[in-house]
């Protein structure tokens, strides 16, 4: 069992930068396939960025691309995202998630945190 909690969101205006953390608990942490998602007002939850166990790989949202990094410290049990060059397109609710496998839905989930861009 995993439990996440996150922090860092808050307001910036656009070409401002963000970093995102996530604490988790559990001996089993370094075990688990960690991910960032974001929901906006009115839409459907999405896929921002991944990194797997080692952090030997990280995927991202073609959306993100350049502009956000993932990144984890897996003695800390922590996952970052650095987020740059914020557009107002990116105002969401960033949620911190967790899954055995990269082919697996997510199955622990933070209570997510907000991050607002100003134009």
């Known amino acids: 069992q995993v439990q996440l909690a996150e922090s860092g969101g808050g307001l910036v205006q656009a070409g401002g930068s963000l970093r995102l953390s996530c604490a988790a608990s559990?001996?089993?942490?370094?075990?688990?396939?960690m991910g960032w998602l974001r929901q906006a007002s009115g839409k459907e939850r999405e896929f921002v960025a991944d990194i797997t166990w080692n952090g030997g790989s990280t995927y991202y949202a073609d959306s993100v691309k350049g502009r956000f990094t993932i990144s984890r410290d897996n003695v800390k049990n922590m996952v970052y995202l650095q987020m740059d060059s914020l557009k107002p397109e990116d105002t969401a609710v960033y949620y911190c998630a967790a899954k055995m496998a990269a082919w697996t839905g997510y199955n622990y989930w933070g209570q997510g945190t907000q991050v607002t861009v100003s134009s």
């Open positions: 559990g001996r089993t942490f370094s075990s688990y396939v």
